[in-house]
């Protein structure tokens, strides 16, 4: 903001707690009068802001209330050749996300993961990130296993084993571990929320968000699916995120900026 104040030029890159507004979880900057003043003048006077998915301009446009003609769409980069399946998948479900307390929890769709595990007590659930205050607090049942926070390389034999892999999230822009497991070949199940939707549409199974039922449905389908569904979702993550073209990308807008 500073520097549309002094005459300089600024380039933004946005996460989803910029772009979201949701007053029933208390999460994203827009829930805060003031500090959605600052926001909506950054967007707006910006020289370019970058978004890692459409849905963000989308969503930026509609909270700042402009045309959003300083939005640039510049791809992700995913590391594919660290990033890859290994072996025969397991038949078990997958999920990685931070969650330290009640309000980060049920963001990340846990409660509700909780119950789909309940009903379905034929399958092995495995959720990484979660703090034990939070365990406890969800009482999971004896097919669901918690993990604490790894660091992030350590996920891959995680993600290379599960033949599902399950983002119940309520508000998501982008969700890396989502791609990263895609590039594992799991097969995905998604709400249909934010940049999760450009990754798993018709490849994986996308299900409305805070809906166990859908979930449960979804999650069953997915157990359904063949080993080539896996194979589609690391094809589409290579051809969508390749990290040259992040790298090539990117000089390109700030030289275009100009003086």
């Not at 993961?113 to 379905?120: G, S």
């Not at 309520?170 to 791609?179: D, G, I, N, S």
């Not at 979702?233 to 990290?243: H, I, N, S």
Request: proline share 6%.
């Amino acid at each position: 903001m500073i520097a549309g104040w002094i005459g300089i030029k600024s380039v933004i890159a946005i996460g989803g707690v910029d772009i979201s507004k949701d007053e029933r979880l208390n999460y994203g900057i827009w829930t805060s009068g003031w500090k959605s003043k600052f926001v909506r003048y950054a967007f707006r006077h910006a020289s370019r802001l970058l978004v890692s998915d459409l849905s963000m301009k989308a969503a930026a446009m509609r909270l700042a209330e402009y045309s959003g003609a300083n939005i640039v769409y510049v791809p992700p980069a995913l590391d594919s050749e660290f990033w890859k399946p290994l072996g025969v998948k397991e038949e078990h479900i997958l999920t990685v996300a931070s969650a330290a307390n009640h309000q980060r929890m049920r963001l990340k769709g846990f409660d509700i993961l909780t119950e789909a595990a309940r009903r379905l007590p034929q399958f092995t659930f495995h959720v990484v990130g979660v703090d034990p205050t939070v365990t406890f607090e969800l009482q999971p049942p004896a097919n669901m296993t918690f993990y604490p926070a790894r660091p992030r390389k350590e996920l891959l034999p995680f993600y290379q084993s599960a033949k599902i892999y399950c983002q119940p999230s309520v508000h998501e822009a982008l969700c890396y571990t989502l791609r990263e497991a895609m590039l594992c070949e799991c097969i995905p199940v998604a709400s249909e929320v934010g940049g999760m939707t450009t990754a798993v549409s018709g490849i994986g199974v996308l299900v409305p968000p805070e809906n166990v039922d859908a979930l449960v449905g979804g999650l069953l389908r997915a157990m359904r699916m063949t080993h080539e569904a896996g194979e589609k979702g690391r094809a589409r993550m290579v051809a969508l995120y390749a990290k040259e073209k992040r790298e090539a990308e990117l000089p390109r807008l700030v030289e275009g900026l100009g003086s």
